[in-house]
T-cell receptor, first 113, second 115 residues
Framework: EDQVTQSPEALRLQEGESSSLNCSYT??????LFWYRQDPGKGPEFLFT???AGEEKEKERLKATLTKKESFLHITAPKPEDSATYLC??????????????FGKGTKLSVKP | EPEVTQTPSHQVTQMGQEVILRCVPI?????FYWYRQILGQKVEFLVS????????KSEIFDDQFSVERPDGSNFTLKIRSTKLEDSAMYFC?????????????FGPGTRLTVL
């Protein structure tokens, strides 16, 4: 069964304290791995797509990396406005580029000033 | 920047009533999706829609659910007879299709409360 597990469930950081969020996955052929940010009561907001092991993407204080079994979202010198739930999702090969996303439960990040 | 919109933002209904949730996908996108998120749980796939028909659906999407694209802009999810366990956030998403990025863009959601 295709599955996504994210850890930790919650993470509290001080402003400026760098850390990483983990997303491990099992899927019968990975087409793509997606990171989204979700603010309370809002829809997921797209951050990154990764396709193959070794790939990295960066945006401001965020960097996403991918291996054959997991992805990391590194947050460098976070600010309070980075507080949100970060969702990881995979898309399986068999569905093609239009296939559905399989989500993890997310990591709730709180950054204190 | 184009975005997916959803109405209403919050819907309260009585058990057994029919509800219709509405979405306007990004205008040139070809694939449309409904997902739901029960409070504190994962975002779960319900159904995908392309070329005026369902392309894929999950086990959750039973006979009580239906989708429709009644005109060139709206995409709707109907729940015929709501149950307490249908209470959740419902998200619409759209995807451009082949030749574009692979990203599914999500709307802000409709919070459905079944009493």
């Amino acid at each position: 069964e295709d599955q996504v597990t994210q850890s930790p469930e919650a993470l509290r950081l001080q402003e400026g304290e760098s850390s990483s969020l983990n997303c491990s996955y099992t899927v019968s052929g990975l087409r793509g791995l997606f990171w989204y940010r979700q603010d309370p009561g809002k829809g997921p907001e797209f951050l990154f797509t990764l396709y193959s092991a070794g790939e990295e993407k960066e945006k401001e204080r965020l960097k996403a990396t991918l291996t054959k079994k997991e992805s990391f979202l590194h947050i460098t010198a976070p600010k309070p406005e980075d507080s949100a739930t970060y969702l990881c999702a995979v898309q399986a090969d068999y569905g093609g580029s239009q296939g559905n996303l399989i989500f993890g439960k997310g990591t709730k990040l709180s950054v204190k000033p | 920047e184009p975005e997916v919109t959803q109405t209403p933002s919050h819907q309260v209904t009585q058990m057994g009533q029919e509800v219709i949730l509405r979405c306007v996908p990004i205008s040139n996108h070809l694939y449309f999706y409904w997902y739901r998120q029960i409070l504190g749980q994962k975002v779960e796939f319900l159904v995908s829609f392309y070329n005026n028909e369902i392309s894929e659906k999950s086990e959750i999407f039973d006979d009580q659910f239906s989708v429709e694209r009644p005109d060139g802009s709206n995409f709707t999810l109907k729940i015929r007879s709501t149950k307490l366990e249908d209470s959740a956030m419902y998200f619409c998403a759209s995807y451009l299709g082949a030749g574009g990025t692979d990203t599914q863009y999500f709307g802000p959601g409709t919070r459905l409360t079944v009493l």
